[in-house]
């Protein structure tokens, strides 16, 4: 079982920045390929970024490519989801997700098996 809980989540003006770090239990953390989503009001859960466990390959949604970065550090058990020049369509709350399948699409919300809590992103224009 693997347990994430989710921070770094505000209120921010557009063209701002912010850092979401997810923090996972577990000793296991270095085999999960990790996910972040969004859902604003309304909306469905849509992809925003990904990292592989090996080789550190990453993925972007094409509406953050250019302005969001994921990064993970294993030694600390945590993703990370640097959000430069954000914008109001960024409003959403924002998951980490992990999955330790190896199969399917990391755009597929439904191949992670652990979510964490979410956390509020707002950005104001």
């Known amino acids: 079982q693997l347990q994430l809980v989710e921070s770094g989540g505000g209120l921010v003006q557009a063209g701002g920045s912010l850092r979401l770090s997810c923090a996972t239990s577990?000793?296991?953390?270095?085999?999960?390929?990790m996910g972040w989503f969004r859902q604003a009001p309304g909306k469905e859960r849509e992809f925003v970024a990904a990292v592989r466990l090996t080789v550190f390959s990453t993925y972007y949604a094409e509406s953050v490519k250019g302005r969001f970065t994921i990064s993970r550090d294993n030694a600390k058990n945590t993703v990370y989801l640097q959000m430069n020049s954000l914008k109001p369509e960024d409003t959403a709350v924002y998951y980490c997700?992990?999955?330790?399948?190896?199969?399917?699409?990391?755009?597929?919300?439904?191949?992670?098996?652990?979510w964490g809590q979410g956390t509020q992103v707002t950005v104001s224009s």
């Open positions: 997700a992990a999955d330790r399948s190896y199969t399917g699409s990391v755009y597929d919300n439904t191949r992670y098996d652990y």
């Open positions: 577990g000793r296991t953390f270095g085999s999960y390929d």
